[in-house]
């Protein structure tokens, strides 16, 4: 091997080593009940947004549930032990998902009358039994056919343009519309934008949205405007009453937001459940997921919505009622109406 | 010494090439190399997930390279093209992520003749990355997209090897980016956030040594047979890059084969195949 050979292999090698990366990677904990502990509270600790918000010393926390990871021997246990510091957040975003299990929060709802009965809705009173179905959405005219009412149970349902044209075509005649997302535990926020359009006749900030900058607990971006755009060429201009109870959540949540500013809207029941961060997902080094609120929503005055939005007429189901077959918060809604 | 000349068709120009008979009239050829890689990548997105991904890959790569003109063979361009996908798994077999990716990179090299059969081209290669990565069970963040522009500086060293029956064409090649653009969203905000709402400040860096760092090595082996030259060799990729506290790093072994040719093409009204050379077109 000659010298300009040699030359070039020690500037090859100088080379790779200048570019050579020293950025330093973070440290993934080690796959043990240990290791998987803190690194579950680890994005918990960076990640989740509402620890001060909700005041939860999460290094308490940390030094509580520490201990008990050491008396930890089986996945079952360790799994629970998990869960439960992941319940300590009260929040139905949080999920921690294993093979085996996944574990919830369920007490934003389980905590509180329910203020919907399912079969009470399908009593020939409301929509009985030939109610039409279209993108989601169960449909009746009630109320001697004066008012349209709508059941929408979950915004995973994709409608279009052409369900909601077709249905507003059929309520054509009806003095106002009730739409049900009672027991709506939330789905798209694309879909909860779309069906609040319909009840907007110009764009209007309807809340706002922000999301963790850093690792510190209060490091969020500046919140930038959700708004509501009114569609373009159906819009309900009629009265509309929103029937809501705890379990219209998440993006339930987020349409009640928006429709709080709706221009002839009214929102009546009990207040929704909440849920106002849209939540992210995450691993521990066992390949469980968590799912986690990570970018908190506010409401048009900067009110936080984690916790639920309050009705304007806040109203519950009576075991009265339930007996003859009547459903006391459509029964309001439809005199709202009237 | 024999020389080689390779005719092909390429792409939609239609050529038909014939040996050209004359050296009174210089031509540019094309070096054209085409490769196929298995890979192993191994990535870390802490957008998607903390933990290190690794499986299996593949990339197809088009490399092109020519003097700009017949009587100055010092400089030369090339541009490439690197389409690649993988498929890996976290450590624990648990998550899936699949990367689709592709590169496309413009640059010029300045030749070193030092010795007979061995040369050095160094120069730059300006490029743009666009792929994404997708872990599909996770809820609002499935998704992070790759997008990145850098200027690379670039390096090949080239010998060739005569054995008793061919002469074998050795390559390494070095690539490092220097300075470029990236997108990286900040780690707590999700895509409808950013693209629904526009909420992208701290979402595009300026990228340069101190946050961005790799090493591109490709060696291969150019080996003649009686009607082809095949192409074998390894590809490493190293790249690591930060912005937002979030450290990203893509990795890969690859395994390539392919063929490398010299050709030439006419198209368009100035440069016009001269009578010798038979087109389907005439």
Not at chain 2, 33 to 40: A, D, E, L, W, Y
Request: contains cysteine; hydrophobic residues 40%.
């Amino acid at each position: 091997m000659n010298s300009s050979m040699k030359k070039l292999i020690v500037l090859s090698l100088f080379i790779a080593s200048l570019f050579s990366s020293c950025i330093d990677e973070p440290i993934v904990q080690p796959n043990t009940y240990k290791g998987n502990f803190e690194a579950l509270w680890q994005i918990i600790d960076t990640k989740y947004c509402y620890l001060d918000y909700k005041k939860i010393n999460w290094d308490s926390i940390h030094t509580v549930y520490k201990t008990k990871v050491n008396l930890v021997s089986t996945d079952d246990d360790f799994f629970d032990l998990m869960a439960g510091m992941l319940n300590e957040l009260k929040d139905g975003h949080v999920n921690l998902y294993s093979d085996f299990n996944k574990s919830r929060y369920w007490k934003w709802f389980t905590d509180y009358p329910s203020n919907f009965n399912s079969s009470l809705i399908y009593n020939p009173r409301y929509l009985g039994d030939n109610y039409r179905i279209a993108g989601g959405f169960n449909y009746q005219k009630i109320a001697n056919g004066t008012i349209g009412y709508m059941y929408y149970g979950d915004f995973s349902n994709t409608f279009y343009d052409n369900n909601i044209a077709l249905i507003f075509q059929y309520f054509a005649d009806c003095r106002g519309l009730i739409i049900d997302v009672r027991d709506n535990g939330g789905g798209y926020l694309d879909l909860s934008e779309q069906l609040a359009s319909y009840f907007f006749t110009q764009e209007k900030v309807t809340g706002y949205m922000s999301h963790k900058t850093g690792t510190g607990h209060s490091d969020f971006s500046k919140p930038v405007e959700i708004k509501t755009p009114a569609h373009k060429t159906i819009q309900w201009q009629a009265p509309v009453v929103i029937l809501t109870n705890r379990l219209s959540y998440s993006a339930t949540n987020a349409f009640v937001c928006r429709m709080k500013q709706a221009p002839n809207a009214v929102i009546v029941g009990d207040k929704t459940g909440g849920g106002g961060g849209m939540p992210l997902s995450s691993e521990i080094p066992n390949g469980w997921m968590v799912r986690f609120s990570a970018v908190p929503m506010f409401d048009a005055n900067m009110n936080q919505i984690e916790w639920g939005i309050d009705p304007d007429v806040k109203i519950s189901l009576t075991s009265a009622d339930e007996t003859k077959g009547y459903d006391t918060i459509i029964e309001r809604a439809i005199s709202l109406i009237k | 010494m024999k020389k080689y000349f390779i005719l092909v068709l390429i792409f939609n120009v239609s050529i038909v090439g014939k040996a050209q008979n004359t050296d009174s009239q210089k031509f540019l050829l094309t070096t054209t190399s085409r490769t196929f890689g298995i890979s192993m990548p191994n990535v870390i997105d802490p957008y998607l997930s903390p933990l290190v991904y690794g499986g299996f890959g593949m990339n197809l790569n088009q490399e092109n390279r020519r003097y700009f003109k017949p009587d100055n063979i010092r400089y030369s361009m090339q541009d490439k093209l690197t389409l690649s996908a993988g498929m890996m798994l976290n450590p624990a077999f648990s998550s899936e992520m699949l990367y689709i990716g592709a590169n496309y990179g413009w640059g010029v090299n300045y030749h070193f003749r030092l010795t007979k059969g061995l040369k050095i081209l160094a120069g730059g290669l300006w490029d743009v990355d666009f792929g994404f990565k997708n872990v599909p069970r996770n809820i609002n963040n499935p998704i992070n997209l790759d997008m990145a522009t850098n200027l690379n500086l670039t390096g090949l060293l080239i010998y060739d090897y005569p054995t008793r029956r061919r002469t074998l064409h050795l390559q390494a090649a070095l690539q490092a980016p220097i300075i470029g653009y990236m997108f990286v969203p900040q780690g707590g905000a999700s895509y409808y956030d950013m693209f629904q709402l526009g909420s992208l400040s701290n979402a595009f860096h300026f990228s340069s040594l101190h946050n961005k760092r790799g090493l591109n090595q490709t060696y291969t082996v150019d080996v003649p047979f009686n009607h082809s030259t095949w192409r074998f060799g390894l590809h490493f990729q190293n790249l690591k890059y930060k912005a937002n506290n979030l450290v990203f790093a893509h990795n890969e072994t690859s395994v390539i084969v392919g063929t490398t040719f010299d050709a030439i093409s006419f198209s368009g009204k100035k440069k016009v195949a001269p009578q010798n050379f038979m087109s389907t077109n005439d």
